[in-house]
């Protein structure tokens, strides 16, 4: 099964927005074992969408066109698609309803145009909309298909995972094409370079070469399924270590995977320490959540530089309320001083963010401070570089750990990356409250 | 004269990384006033990427591929190119030297691979290097060419505007194409949705849809320049309106661009209020700064639900320190009690949200404050439904513009639609001080 990506938009061919859905979806693809060889971006017209379709349907069994389907005018994915179907459009009188109530609902008055996205090519599926109002389709040609999805990148991401992907594996079974189950699991690290897991990691990619040799794999898989590791670089959220199974059937994959994980959690720990800090969709701020609920500890963070970065990183957590008081976002100096009680002097200092993560404990009653201070740039601060940052504790029994650290970067990175670096050092504390702070190093 | 773009690399059809090429040659492109209609992105496989550049060419004039031209053997973009060309890979002594030179100069040893970046189809041009070791390259088919550059971004932009641009521009002039120019200009807006902005501007697409039919453009655009309107809605960033104008030369475009611009300006004006914020890479956050600098105004805020989120917008901008004082986060309802002194009792209310902004500007001397309460969800909270939203500021002249909203989305995007909102009822605030505040509605 191949599948083309047909990204539709004027705006990708003018360079005025990147092509993020392509990206995520051939991701996505291949994480699922579905090979995609080729992806296009076309503009809103009628005809070029239409050849484009065509030109992937030549090359493909599957393609998915991503966007056009908005209300507007240029919005013109379906009427290209039912050219190329060679089928009228009818509109579905279910998803008039659906979008009239979502417009209802929310007191707006609707324009007529907005029921252009009930229109859909005669023999073509809906999928239904569950976060806006263009619903998706799988439109059959032959043997072959075209899924369109919104653009928009959340609504493409729910529509795939919900339904395209299901269709797929669906028409890949019929096909007799892989038997198998393929599974990945995702390491997420930080705090270490790619080189650096690429050299610890060495041994067992090649452990795992040899093994693959030996068990001579059918499509499906071997007996008990086999693994490949690879690195991605996933830009501030650190480095992901994704193991991917190929078995027979899903107990396989899964055993194959929990097995791959415990040998290289285990050679990483040994190697690089504690950077391994969740899995899969775990972020940083999950994995805290979830020693601070494990442990009945709340937390209050005093930010500089990051001004609030680490708190909505925070708040993003459902049930935060449990455990978060809140924050001082105490940009100006003067704020330091006057509310968290930090000395009058330098406050780019290891000194300033130990006195703030003391003064948001005491100020929001919470068991545990976070304090971070830091020169984001461009320019430097009290004689020092930008990416110069120190993050600090203070913890119920008065410990105070507490990092001086050199980030890379402009100010957007050098921000981001103090943010996960002050969330790291409190991961990495509540694990081990009786060693202290074992101290990252950034790649 | 039609280019077509094709990026080759398996990282790229992996979502490994993200096709940046294509984004920055659009950009280039449209405004060097050269159409381009398709992008196509190909995997390192010499006969995916022959049968790329055979369509590439049946569609266009002229083929730009990005990679695939390095020194390693997955690099195989000469040879699928001679494959298309039908000739031979012929060594070329020159670029050899250079290329061993380019080791030697730097003290390294040099492995035999890298003498393939030699290779080049029979026929072709040399794009000399100025950068690195691979040399670009200039393939004529008949009438038609296949340029070839390194993927590494910044020797890839350095050959295009040396080589490859003026080269397209001799081959439009002998085609008898107009030198035009393409430039684009987008009208950032937040409270209104895609439709209303369509639909009140439909009369002003029609005008210039009329304009363009009379004044039969040449390719190289009208004496005046011809415009069109797009709509772009780019997620929790509200929706862009682009201008893109056509035109002899540059004054020529600008000048269409001026003139349509104040036509958009003063029809959304009149239609739909003050939802323009900025002009293409303005954000909330750099409207609000420039306003809060102009009027020598300094500004805290008291974030409830989004968490810090708009502080770190704010921070975000350089120079926020003139200006920004800094932020409460307060997530627990104690925090506001005791820090922002609002009154015990129910903390999701417009009262709440206009105490927490007259208590952040007292706590932290600003001049301004800022305050957002509401419910994020998945929960309700004292009764009312996710996505209630209460916005207030705290003016010096004791005046408390505030907001009741009901905003749409999930927990995320009910954070992030709180903190724009917030962000533009200042906005919006500010920029009419003495009419206090329209009220936006979100689309």
Not at 155 to 178: K, S
Not at 230 to 259: C, H, N, P, Q, Y
Request: glycine content about 12%; overall charge negative.
């Amino acid at each position: 099964m191949r599948v083309e990506i047909v990204a539709v938009g004027t705006e990708l061919l003018l360079g005025q927005i990147a092509d993020t859905n392509g990206q995520w979806l051939g991701e996505h693809l291949a994480a699922a074992g579905v090979d995609s060889y080729f992806h296009q971006a076309v503009g809103d017209n009628r005809a070029r969408i239409a050849t484009a379709l065509r030109t992937a349907l030549a090359r493909g069994d599957a393609v998915i066109a991503c966007g056009g389907l908005g209300p507007t005018q240029d919005d013109i994915t379906r009427e290209a698609i039912a050219e190329v179907m060679n089928v009228p459009l009818v509109r579905h009188a279910e998803i008039s309803r659906r979008i009239e109530g979502f417009f209802r609902a929310r007191g707006r008055a609707m324009s007529p145009n907005n029921l252009r996205q009930a229109d859909v090519p005669r023999g073509a599926t809906v999928i239904d909309q569950t976060r806006g109002t263009a619903p998706g389709l799988i439109c059959p040609l032959g043997r072959k298909v075209v899924y369109a999805v919104p653009g928009v990148p959340h609504e493409m991401a729910e529509m795939f995972e919900r339904a395209i992907l299901p269709d797929l594996r669906r028409r890949m079974t019929e096909a007799g094409e892989g038997a198998g189950v393929i599974m990945s699991r995702v390491l997420r690290t930080w705090g270490t370079s790619e080189s650096a897991l690429s050299e610890a990691l060495q041994g067992r990619i090649d452990a795992l070469d040899a093994l693959d040799a030996l068990d001579a794999p059918a499509q499906g898989g071997g007996r008990a399924g086999t693994v490949t590791i690879a690195f991605l670089a996933s830009g501030i959220e650190g480095i992901k270590v994704r193991l991917t199974a190929r078995a027979r059937d899903e107990d396989g994959a899964r055993s194959a995977l929990d097995a791959e994980e415990k040998e290289v959690r285990e050679v990483l720990a040994a190697t690089l320490g504690d950077i391994v800090f969740g899995l899969d969709d775990v972020s940083m701020e999950l994995a805290v959540a979830a020693l601070l609920v494990e442990q009945r500890l709340s937390l209050g963070v005093a930010e500089s530089l990051t001004g609030g970065l680490i708190a909505a990183r925070l708040v993003g957590v459902p049930g935060a309320s449990t455990w978060l008081r809140g924050g001082v976002v105490a940009y100006d100096s003067a704020v330091k001083f006057s509310v968290l009680g930090v000395a009058e002097g330098p406050v780019v200092t290891e000194e300033a963010a130990i006195a703030m993560a003391r003064g948001v404990r005491r100020v929001l009653g919470s068991a545990i401070g976070l304090g971070v201070t830091g020169v984001a740039g461009p320019d430097s601060q009290e004689g020092l570089a930008p990416g110069t940052v120190f993050v600090a504790l203070a913890l119920p029994n008065g410990v105070t750990p507490s990092r001086s650290l050199r980030l890379p970067g402009d100010r957007e990175r050098v921000r981001q990356y103090s943010a996960i670096s002050a969330l790291d050092l409190l991961r990495r504390t509540l694990r081990t409250p009786e060693h202290g702070f074992e101290a990252p190093t950034l790649g």
